[in-house]
Nanobody, 125 residues
Framework: VQLQAYGGGLVQPGGSLRLSCKGSGFTLDYYTVAWFRQAAGDEREGVSYISTRDGGTNYADSVKGRFTISRDNAKNTVYLQMNSLKPEDSAVYYC???????????????????WGQGTQVTVSS
């Protein structure tokens, strides 16, 4: 049972990347999936989630209108499409799967059940 996050890389400002979060050994659609990011010296930041309850999505204000989260259940994968990338988007991006508590950002019993290994995104000219 694992999550695999991949798709990061080096891109110029204004460019695009698509991150993938693939589940193995379990059905990812049964879980809410969120993307977090952490830049060097900064705290971890929630970027986006897609809820298992109703398919609802949410985004941090810093990425609204530029990032899109989606699921492909046939591939057991959640994607984060990132457009109009900025240097401040540079970070290691992690995906996590969990059962929601009252809020989709909050995991039940505080437990993020599965984490991907992280993928580096660098936005630079």
């Amino acid at each position: 049972v694992q999550l695999q996050a991949y798709g990061g890389g080096l891109v110029q400002p204004g460019g695009s990347l698509r991150l993938s979060c693939k589940g193995s050994g379990f059905t990812l659609d049964y879980y809410t999936v969120a993307w977090f990011r952490q830049a060097a010296g900064d705290e971890r930041e929630g970027v986006s989630y897609i809820s298992t309850r109703d398919g609802g999505t949410n985004y941090a204000d810093s990425v609204k209108g530029r990032f899109t989260i989606s699921r492909d259940n046939a591939k057991n994968t959640v994607y984060l499409q990132m457009n109009s990338l900025k240097p401040e988007d540079s970070a290691v991006y992690y995906c996590t799967a969990y059962q929601e508590d009252d809020s989709p950002w909050v995991p039940l019993k505080g437990e993020y059940l599965y984490w991907g290994q992280g993928t580096q995104v660098t936005v630079s000219s």
